[in-house]
């Protein structure tokens, strides 16, 4: 393998946002990517990711298999259920030496039994836990590394524009990392869209948001919520099966996730109302995009009313 990364052949798992911004970012350095995505195989969800990488040098691929065999470095930047599954898609064909950086938002369990799977095919498995929301930084996101090979990797991903640190030589460490602060991150997402929600219905909202300020004056509440229902409304699929996954690690060190657990309920319950086109047509959700949170809230509260009234 090339010890120039700058001349590495780099396969990007996934080609969502997160694989699009790397992509974009790794191809303005004249790097050759590759990218796989399961919405490749589906002709109505296919086009967009075709035209983002006829834009960007993208190749795209047919399978993760294919994929792997001819990577240098393997992104995998899915959902949190998918994990294990690129790990198990990639081994058999995963070239020796070469290395998979695990982005996704997975337990320390699931980041170790896809390890397992790697490392057995000669790869050399690398966690990565991402600890930001990635479009204000793109590639220079704060990362996380963790695994025996992380150390080895570290330097060479910074020499492409990563922005990582080697949290530990233990697997798991990065992502337990990772998941304990969702349960505060993705947990005060929900619980400023339900408490913002709910005050909206009862019309106290300015009052709650007054209070918040007097109790909190650091942050701005206004524009953090509207932050807040944008990404969920965005990214609540992907943000409940996270959360998922924080509870799992939550059950691994003994607790009852009760937090994490209504967090996932929470965050899943946007994405069931976006996917039912209470936002838009669907498929093609139509988001405010407002300053405003109490434009999603009313679209929200527009969706229950009928079953409360009942």
């Known amino acids: 393998m090339q010890t120039d990364p700058k001349q590495w052949r780099i396969g990007l798992v996934g080609y969502g946002e997160v694989g699009r911004i790397l992509a974009e970012d790794l191809r303005a350095q004249g790097i050759t990517v590759s990218a796989y995505d399961l919405k490749l195989d589906n002709a109505a969800t296919a086009a967009p990711l075709q035209d983002h990488a006829a834009q960007h040098g993208v190749a795209l691929l047919g399978a993760s298999a294919e994929l792997a065999a001819g990577a240098d470095l393997i992104i995998s930047a899915v959902t949190a259920s998918q994990t294990v599954r690129v790990a198990e898609a990639c081994a ?13 938002s997975a337990s320390p369990g699931a980041k170790q039994r896809a390890a397992a799977l790697i490392d057995a095919a000669g790869g050399c498995y690398v966690e990565g836990a991402v600890m930001t929301s990635i479009p204000p930084y793109r590639i220079k996101v704060p990362l996380l590394l963790g695994g025996a090979h992380a150390a080895e ?19 798991g460490v990065a992502s337990a990392t990772k998941m304990c602060r969702s349960v ?52 609540g699929r992907r943000r409940s099966e996270e959360v998922r996954e924080v509870a799992e690690t939550v059950r691994d060190a003994g607790l009852t ?54």
């Open 92 to 104: 058999d064909s995963v070239r020796p030496g070469s290395f998979l950086l695990d982005f996704n």
């Open 257 to 310: 996730p009760w937090s994490a657990s209504g967090t996932a309920e929470r965050q899943a319950w946007v994405a069931d109302l976006t996917d039912g086109a209470v936002f838009g047509t669907k498929g093609t959700p139509e988001f405010a995009r407002s300053a405003d949170w109490r434009v999603e809230s009313d679209r929200m509260l527009a969706h229950v009313k009928p079953r409360i009234e009942q």
């Open 184 to 235: 505060m991150i993705k947990g005060l997402e929900a619980m400023v869209i339900e408490s913002f929600t709910v005050a909206r219905h009862y019309g106290v909202e300015d009052a709650v948001v007054a209070s918040l300020y007097e109790t909190f004056p650091g942050i701005d509440w206004e524009k953090q919520a509207a932050y807040f229902f944008q990404r969920v409304i965005e990214h």
């Open 153 to 171: 990797l570290s330097p060479w991903l910074n020499a492409l524009g990563f922005a990582s640190k080697v949290a530990s030589d233990t697997l």
